[in-house]
T-cell receptor
Framework: TQLLEQSPQFLSIQEGENLTVYCNSSSVFSSLQWYRQEPGEGPVLLVT?????EVKKLKRLTFQFGDARKDSSLHITAAQPGDTGLYLC????????????FGAGTILRVKS | KAGVTQTPRYLIKTRGQQVTLSCSPISGHRSVSWYQQTPGQGLQFLFE???????NKGNFPGRFSGRQFSNSRSEMNVSTLELGDSALYLCASSLGSSGGETQYFGPGTRLLVL
């Protein structure tokens, strides 16, 4: 069982549509990070959320950290083909020396 | 500043063989972490090295080992390869080892075990 559950697993949408990806856990995290990974590349950090209830915006991407710091969401407005990729959430775990545990990811495909 | 580099990018081995993967961190970064990425299990933490010492370890068997050199470059070794070891192996570097620093990932080494 994944410590961080991401949904949906796969999303295929048309250019211009909006979408939301979710990252949920039964455990409290001190922070959560969102990464995007493109084929043949390693994950690239998009944002880190630290405070419960925090909302961060990165152009058309809006990230929210739940009040209880157990969940997070990523909302993309007017998706573009360049948004295509694997979106991963991750959080530090004390049992691993605060190294990251990752969700399984959401594969996003934006069709033009 | 050059990013994290990993060599080789692709590797094909057969069961029972061993393999060594290499990672060069961003200049000035002293922490290198290794992850295994598979379609079924996703990204899983293998271990972390900081100043030539293993600091943290994930839940992988002893066949997976690593080391770090004085220039912070790191190698990962997998002995007695199994089919299930086929995966993308990613390394990530960061300035320190407290866990709060941003990790920068390399492009990975894709290992196929036949």
């Amino acid at each position: 069982t994944q410590l961080l559950e991401q949904s949906p697993q796969f999303l295929s949408i048309q250019e211009g549509e909006n979408l939301t990806v979710y990252c949920n856990s039964s455990s409290v995290f001190s922070s959560l990070q969102w990464y995007r990974q493109e084929p043949g590349e390693g994950p690239v950090l998009l944002v880190t959320v630290v405070t419960g209830g925090e909302v961060k915006k990165l152009k058309r991407l809006t990230f929210q950290f739940g009040d209880a710091r157990k969940d997070s969401s990523l909302h993309i407005t007017a998706a573009q083909p360049g948004d295509t990729g694997l979106y991963l959430c991750a959080g530090p775990r004390r049992e691993y020396g605060n190294k990251l545990v990752f969700g399984a990811g959401t594969i996003l495909r934006v069709k033009s | 500043k050059a990013g994290v580099t990993q060599t080789p990018r692709y590797l094909i081995k057969t069961r029972g063989q061993q393999v060594t993967l290499s990672c060069s961190p961003i200049s000035g970064h002293r922490s290198v972490s290794w992850y295994q990425q598979t379609p079924g299990q996703g990204l899983q933490f293998l271990f972390e090295y900081f100043s030539e010492t293993q600091r943290n370890k994930g839940n992988f068997p002893g066949r997976f080992s690593g080391r770090q050199f004085s220039n912070s470059r790191s190698e990962m070794n997998v002995s007695t390869l199994e089919l299930g070891d086929s995966a993308l192996y990613l390394c990530a570097s960061s300035l320190g080892s407290s866990g709060g620093e941003t990790q920068y990932f390399g492009p990975g080494t894709r290992l196929l075990v036949l």
